[in-house]
């Protein structure tokens, strides 16, 4: 009886198995022929190539391995601003298409139609190519607030020097474990004498206080260095100083996020939509105010809907963001999969790699969001 | 009796791996890369995806280019038919998985030869069809007139994957200047970015800065600066491994330039055939058996020179005519100044 059950699954995975066996057996042999060595030691040579962005220390000097560790995080950089960006507009066009206002639910309609049925290749050439040339050179720029200036360059804001960095980083974490001490308080004092307490202005208080003590007796101290422009040539300018965000990324980060924010948007109004109107009309019905409806009944029965849905887009933003190839921006596939597998020519070893590694991307982002999902769901008692 | 038998048997034996050592090399003379294109009817060529005067397919589909002429010429004398090809577009970044994983059989494509893409990744180089250099595209306006007038913080343009990336780092650095590489994975995207004024320098080869001017809004707003950083000896390139494919495409390319030096067209191949000179009857296929050496018949070399052109007929028709570098340099044969010089075909 019990071998009737596991042996189809035994085939199964031995039919697996001779599957991997023979292509790994086929690359071997075919690599062997063509005299392709192989090997992951190519990892710690010098690379011998620049990178024009990248949040750690990076010349040609440092190894290939320096190199991946560079792609990797500017993938993940620009994949954290487009989820934080997607998910604030997917949020907000979302409650806009649920609007009774005409006017507002219209065009949260046309942006959604419109943005999720162009491909984002194409709006990604659109907002480098031609919203990079709309842009003025350093000497004609207008500056924003007097210290930011977007040019075709790029986007150069005022760099914040920190002295003691360390103390202002304590203030804030002993800060938001002090919230979360207060607000266990006060949902106590709520349960045990129904008495409310303000949570919200205290937790604001304690953010400006603690930090501000810290400036006044803890040392700290920051200065503000602003982008200065400087002249290369007779017609040429850059901007010296201060932080430069390249135009690669913003073009990328906003044809990320505008595009994933379309299908967010549908998941969150589906999952509004998915609650059932009784349960409104009943919380409304026990004096509830409207916030108090959205936030204590619709939404938490609302997420478990949008939740999941929510977490593949997560994860094709992830994916997407490899399209960065295309504009120059140096994420993991341009830098990693492109300019070090041209070097070294070894394709098999680093496209492996590359492949594993957004693998391990998706599968935490999947587990972050499966945690999350589990959370909120509804715990049947 | 038993001590001759034994003797016989040592005999057949002997004869017997002699036999297999012989039709072993004969199958090897037959190398697989030719057998497979015969059988196929066309060379599988890979190219650029769009270099002016190298490999630039017209509205119609027609390749042309220095490039495109070395597959014509091993189509011509494998298959007896310059256009006998099918030509594949690749991206820096895609032509060697082209080559080593058998989607094409040359790779012929403003290649540079360098020790380590030769001795290590399974590719062999098998000559060079154009001596380059890489150098620097700026604005006229900038007043740039020398690599030296460059400054800290400039940005540079270039595509990704190549030995430019290398070499414009080694320049830099060893100029003590900090500069941006922005590194796009298609030569249009680079000219795009370069034009719209993302950078303040497109640096490539020379002849690749010639060509893609071209594709400028205003061409004439911008000029090469005369310093060349690095040598770019740029050729053919096939899969390791089979020698006898590596021979006809090597040789297909040494002919055109013999032919150039001892002045055989492709006007008039035919009529060298009665030529005094035993070098250039070699060439036409009217002395000696060089084709038998490649298992290809002897006119081989007569079909390339006729249906090509030597060297110098290709250069003119691709490179000069069409303004691109009407001035050979050092592309010009060894004879009149230049250092193209290839073995005799003998």
């Known amino acids: ?381 | 009796m038993f001590k001759y038998l034994k003797q016989l048997t040592s005999l057949v034996a002997m004869v017997a791996v002699l036999f297999t050592f012989t039709t072993e090399t004969m199958a090897a003379k037959k190398s697989k890369t030719l057998k497979n294109t015969q059988k196929k009817g066309f060379v599988r060529c890979g190219v650029s995806q769009g270099l002016p005067g190298f490999s630039n397919a017209d509205a119609a589909g027609n390749w042309t280019g220095v490039d495109v002429d070395v597959c014509r010429a091993v189509a011509a004398a494998v298959l007896g038919d310059a256009n006998k090809v099918k030509f594949t577009p690749l991206s820096a970044k895609e032509r060697f998985t082209a080559l080593t994983s058998n989607e094409i059989d040359i790779l012929s494509r403003n290649t540079t030869w360098t020790l380590s893409r030769d001795a290590d990744i399974g590719l062999t180089f098998v000559g060079v069809n154009f001596y380059d250099g890489q150098g620097f595209m700026v604005r006229k306006n900038s007043g740039y007139t020398s690599v030296n007038d460059f400054k800290n913080g400039i940005s540079a343009c270039t595509n990704l994957g190549t030995t430019t990336e290398l070499n414009m780092r080694d320049f830099f650095n060893s100029k003590g200047i900090s500069y941006e590489p922005v590194t796009f994975e298609k030569a249009d995207e680079v000219v795009a970015a370069y034009d719209a004024g993302r950078c303040d320098t497109y640096t490539t080869d020379k002849s690749g800065l010639a060509a893609q001017r071209i594709k400028l809004s205003s061409p004439d707003d911008h000029i090469v600066l005369p310093e060349t950083i690095s040598k770019e000896p740029l050729g053919p390139v096939v899969r390791q491994g089979d020698s006898v494919w590596e021979d006809i495409v090597r040789w297909s390319l040494n002919v055109m330039i013999e032919a150039e030096e001892y002045g055989v067209t492709s006007a008039n191949a035919d009529s060298m055939k009665t030529s005094d000179n035993p070098a250039v009857k070699r060439l036409v296929g009217a002395e000696g058996e060089l084709g038998a050496a490649f298992g290809l018949d002897n006119d081989w070399s007569l079909r390339i020179i006729k249906q090509v052109g030597n060297y110098g007929e290709s250069y003119k028709r691709n490179i000069a005519d069409t303004g691109i570098l009407p001035d050979r340099g050092p592309n010009e044969l060894w004879t009149k100044g230049g250092i193209l010089y290839v073995p005799p075909a003998r």
Not at chain 1, 108 to 119: D, K, L, T, W
Not at chain 1, 199 to 226: K, M, W
Not at chain 1, 235 to 261: D, M, N, Q, R, V
């Open chain 1, 1 to 381: 009886m019990n071998i009737k059950k596991i042996l189809p699954q035994l085939l199964t995975l031995l039919v697996v198995i001779l599957i991997f066996g023979f292509f790994s057996y086929n690359a071997q042999v075919n690599m062997e022929n063509r005299g392709i060595s192989f090997g992951y030691g190519f990892l710690s040579q010098e690379s011998s190539f620049d990178v024009q962005f990248s949040l750690i220390e990076f010349d040609g000097s440092h190894s290939y391995f320096r190199a991946y560790l560079v792609g990797l995080l500017n993938t993940i950089l620009v994949s954290v601003i487009g989820i934080i960006f997607a998910t604030i507009i997917g949020v907000v066009v979302g409650i806009a298409r649920l609007s009774n206002n005409y006017l507002i639910n219209k065009t949260a309609a046309v942006y959604v139609e419109f943005f999720r049925n162009i491909p984002l290749l194409l709006q990604i050439f659109f907002w480098y190519f031609a919203a990079l040339r709309a842009l003025p050179l350093p000497q004609d720029t207008e500056p924003m607030f007097g210290v930011f200036f977007l040019t075709i360059k790029g986007f150069f804001v005022p760099a914040i020097i920190w002295n003691n960095l360390d103390i202002f980083i304590y203030s804030i974490i002993a800060a938001i474990i002090s919230i979360s001490f207060v607000r266990i308080y006060a949902r106590k004092k709520q349960e045990n004498e129904g008495i409310q307490t303000p949570v919200l202005s205290i937790s604001i208080g304690l953010l400006l206080i603690l930090p501000i003590l810290s400036f006044l007796f803890g040392g700290v101290d920051a200065s503000v260095e602003v982008p200065v422009i400087k002249q290369l040539s007779q017609s040429g300018f850059t901007f010296e100083g201060g932080i430069k965000l390249p135009p690669e990324l913003i073009s990328l980060a906003l044809a990320l996020s505008l595009y994933t924010a379309t299908f967010i948007a549908e998941c969150v109004r589906a999952g509004v939509q998915g609650v059932s109107k009784g349960q409104k009309e009943a919380a409304a019905s026990i004096g509830l105010t409207p916030n108090q409806v959205l936030k204590l009944v619709v939404m938490p029965q609302a997420l478990r809907i949008i939740i999941p849905p929510t977490t593949n887009q997560y994860l094709n933003l992830t994916k997407n963001s490899s399209l960065a190839a295309a504009i120059a921006y140096p994420d993991l596939v341009l830098v990693f999969a492109g300019t070090a597998l041209m070097q070294t020519g070894r394709a098999i070893e680093i496209v492996s790699i590359t492949m594993l590694t957004y693998l391990s991307l998706s599968i935490s982002i999947s587990i972050f969001m499966n945690w999350y999902n589990k959370k909120i769901a509804i715990k049947e008692k």
